[in-house]
């Protein structure tokens, strides 16, 4: 079932490790990257700098942005890989309504270690303060086709090799 995937998501908490995992990913296989933070509104930047919990109402025109980069991205025929947090089953649902085949990669992380990667990050528009409230949205994917969960704890490179045996 997984080589019907022509793309997938790395899902998770703040701090989880998705952009890393991503980029490593598409260098690897050559994918095609959608990073998910550069389609949120202003609003959604300010609301979060400012430590205020996005609702599921903020997110929507988000999900729906994310929604159409993807489908445009797999019509093209490029191997996608983009990056959301996709807290709830919902938000999954959104993206899967844009492209059936579409696998998740949930990086599973203990909320203090997503804390402390958080308040370590410099140039970042999302506060520490915000990683509970991740947490309390957080809807894990499990039972959902598609998915494979993995360890966030563990290196960049251990992560990049198991999705990648995953996905092909």
């Not at 797999?74 to 899967?96: D, G, I, M, N, P």
């Not at 991740?134 to 086709?145: A, H, N, S, Y």
Request: proline share 6%; net charge neutral; with cysteine.
């Amino acid at each position: 079932m997984t080589n019907t995937m022509r793309a997938i998501v790395a899902m998770g908490v703040a701090g989880c490790g998705k952009s890393s995992v991503a980029t490593a990913l598409c260098e690897r296989l050559g994918a095609h990257l959608i990073e998910g933070d550069a389609f949120h509104p202003e609003r959604n930047i300010h609301k979060m700098a400012s430590g205020t919990p996005l609702t599921d109402a903020d997110r929507q025109d988000w999900l729906d942005a994310l929604a159409r980069e993807l489908a445009h991205a797999v019509a093209s025929h490029r191997r996608t890989v983009l990056t959301c947090s996709a807290l709830k089953r919902r938000y999954r649902e959104v993206l899967r309504a844009a492209e059936p085949g579409l696998g998740f990669v949930f990086l599973a992380l203990p909320p203090e270690e997503a804390a402390r990667r958080v308040a370590q990050r410099s140039h970042h528009f999302m506060p520490a303060t915000l990683v509970e409230s991740q947490f309390r949205d957080l809807e894990p994917p499990t039972g959902e086709p598609r998915v494979l969960t993995v360890d966030a704890t563990d290196p960049v490179a251990v992560l990049v090799e198991r999705i990648m045996a995953w996905w092909q």
